[in-house]
């Protein structure tokens, strides 16, 4: 059974830093990409980063470019999001995410077939 549980949430000023680690368990982490998305109050759950399985190709939502930097690291099974200079619009649950098999589209959220139960991240201005 495969379970990812996210981390490392919570309340910061605008400007702070925050770090979200995912733990995956119940598969060969190593073989998989994962994305990180996000859902705020009323909106869509959106594409936030995402990191193919040997971390060497990393993908970004054009807000949070040069801020977020995603990471993994396959012997402990964890991946990261290193999130900087925080700002109020990313106050949103995010949610890791890893897919069933070889994806096409690492931005969609329809190719993730597993996801964790949500961290919440609050910026307050």
């Known amino acids: 059974q495969v379970q990812l549980v996210e981390s490392g949430g919570g309340l910061v000023q605008a400007g702070g830093s925050l770090r979200l680690s995912c733990a995956a368990s119940?598969?060969?982490?190593?073989?998989?990409?994962m994305g990180w998305f996000r859902q705020a109050p009323g909106k869509e759950r959106e594409f936030v980063a995402a990191?193919?399985?040997?971390?060497?190709?990393?993908y970004y939502q054009d807000s949070v470019k040069g801020r977020f930097t995603i990471s993994r690291d396959n012997a402990k099974n964890t991946v990261y999001l290193q999130m900087n200079s925080l700002k109020p619009d990313d106050t949103a649950v995010y949610y890791c995410?890893?897919?069933?098999?070889?994806?096409?589209?690492?931005?969609?959220?329809?190719?993730?077939?597993?996801w964790g139960q949500g961290t919440q991240v609050t910026v307050s201005s």
């Open positions: 119940g598969r060969t982490f190593s073989t998989y990409a």
């Open positions: 990191i193919r399985w040997s971390g060497g190709n990393t």
């Open positions: 995410a890893s897919p069933i098999g070889t994806m096409t589209d690492l931005t969609s959220r329809w190719q993730y077939f597993y």
